[in-house]
């Protein structure tokens, strides 16, 4: 598998991307989702906010600034 952007060295491919939420869970002690949770209620979202989220990951935490 090549990297998208061989330039931007922090890439995620293989068993990391397919694990990553599950390996960031473990790393911080299973605090990542209410982690994420606090951050986006943090934000203070408005509804006619548009939102770019640069750093997608699997796209769990879109969905929670979706909701």
């Known amino acids: 598998?090549?990297?998208?952007?061989?330039?931007?060295?922090?890439?995620?491919s293989g068993f990391t991307a397919k694990h990553y939420e599950g390996l960031m869970d473990l790393i911080i002690?299973?605090?990542?989702?209410?982690l994420m949770q606090k951050a986006?209620?943090?934000?203070?979202?408005?509804?006619?906010?548009?939102?770019?989220?640069l750093a997608a990951c699997t796209g769990r935490n879109a969905c929670l600034i979706w909701r």
């Open 1 to 12: 598998m090549c990297a998208y952007y061989p330039m931007s060295k922090v890439e995620v």
């Open 40 to 53: 986006v209620r943090l934000i203070v979202i408005k509804s006619d906010n548009r939102i770019i989220d």
């Open 29 to 34: 002690l299973s605090r990542y989702l209410s």
